[in-house]
DNA sequence: TATGATACATCAAATTAATATGTCTGTCAA
DNA sequence: TTGACAGACATATTAATTTGATGTATCATA
């Protein structure tokens, strides 16, 4: 029940949260917006549109595939899972985070 | 002589970079690229086209005020100021940062 | 049966960064 | 003295991404 951030300061790397959340098992889409919530403790809030739209470019890139579950009852929901090469570019982009660390906290950490 | 991330990965916060080289002391616009570059040993650069736009940004939002400088010699220059308001973005953005640094870490350090 | 929650989805607007250029001034070497 | 290079500022166009606003459909429940 907090500020909740934008997600412009983390842009660029919505697509490395996504694949994060999908790296120990498929899940559907809500269920994503909802694990990043919650694992955040509700401080920060990745749009729902936001993450349609990462979901949509990871596959259209080959880096995740998408299938509808099947359930009986209640919404439909289609289901996420990642590929070797979303795997890769997940350790990438984990790289590229770490870097991305070091270099603003080497701009900021004494203030110039 | 590295990779030179792209800065898309620390979009929206290049104007607190901007902000805290101008902190202790007033600088032109080649001279901030230069200290980014410095800084961070070369591995990051900031376009300087990003830079200006910045800089336009910040002084158009009275962020920052600026001056021509009075070179005799050399190429002209023109000088950054940050302002009152300009210091108080800076305590907020950089607060911001240590935030997403938090849940960014949160979200990749256990793999979910 | 109306409301709210779950769940998926798209579009238009707004931001911001990258690429590509362009101008001007001064230094220095051939 | 001329040409190349570096310092320094600047803009225009394009591209990528996030957000707000909407919208549809299903199910549980009061």
Redo the contacts between chains.
């Keep these: 029940m907090e500020p909740k951030?934008?997600s412009?300061?983390?842009?660029?790397?919505t697509d490395?949260?996504v694949l994060?959340?999908l790296?120990?098992q498929d899940r559907y889409g809500f269920e994503i917006y909802n694990?990043?919530l919650e694992?955040?403790g509700e401080?920060?809030e990745l749009k729902e549109a936001t993450l349609y739209s990462a979901y949509k470019r990871l596959e259209r890139d080959g880096f995740i595939t998408s299938y509808w579950g099947d359930e009986t009852r209640g919404a439909r929901r289609k289901y996420y899972h990642v590929t070797g090469k979303g795997r890769e570019l997940y350790r990438q982009n984990?790289l590229?985070?770490q870097?991305?660390?070091k270099?603003?906290n080497?701009?900021?950490g004494e203030?110039?």
């Design positions: 951030l934008s412009d300061l983390l842009r660029g790397h490395t949260v994060a959340s790296l120990h694990t990043i694992r955040t401080q920060y984990k590229d985070w870097f991305t660390r270099i603003l080497d701009l900021l203030d110039l």
